[in-house]
Nanobody, 115 residues
Framework: QVQLVESGGGLVQPGGSLRLSCAAS????????MGWYRQAPGKQREVVAG???????NYADSVKGRFTISRDVVKNTVYLQMNSLKPEDTAVYYC?????????WGQGTQVTVSS
């Protein structure tokens, strides 16, 4: 089984920055990718950003140019640097890890952008 522990969420003013972290542990079999989804109240979960085992990244159009995903291969940790945050970025952010067997999820971390 794989465990994902997220950290770094919180309350920030519009225009501010936050950095989310997600550390993976357990039996990871042939890692494919890691990344982040988010879910705002009353909305469906949506992809934010991902990074493959080859280092290829992808981003939702709504966060391009503001968010940056990165990873530490040795630590099995993925990061999401979020800059120029907007109120519409408010959501619970979920980390995921996909390997050859399944996709695993973290418990989620709340990000609130408000003045």
């Amino acid at each position: 089984q794989v465990q994902l522990v997220e950290s770094g969420g919180g309350l920030v003013q519009p225009g501010g920055s936050l950095r989310l972290s997600c550390a993976a542990s357990g039996s990871i079999f042939d890692l494919y990718s890691m990344g982040w989804y988010r879910q705002a109240p009353g909305k469906q979960r949506e992809v934010v950003a991902g990074v493959t085992k080859f280092g290829r990244t992808n981003y939702a159009d709504s966060v391009k140019g503001r968010f940056t995903i990165s990873r530490d291969v040795v630590k099995n940790t993925v990061y999401l640097q979020m800059n120029s945050l907007k109120p519409e970025d408010t959501a619970v952010y979920y980390c995921y890890l996909e390997d050859a067997r399944s996709r695993f999820w973290g418990q989620g971390t709340q990000v609130t952008v408000s003045s």
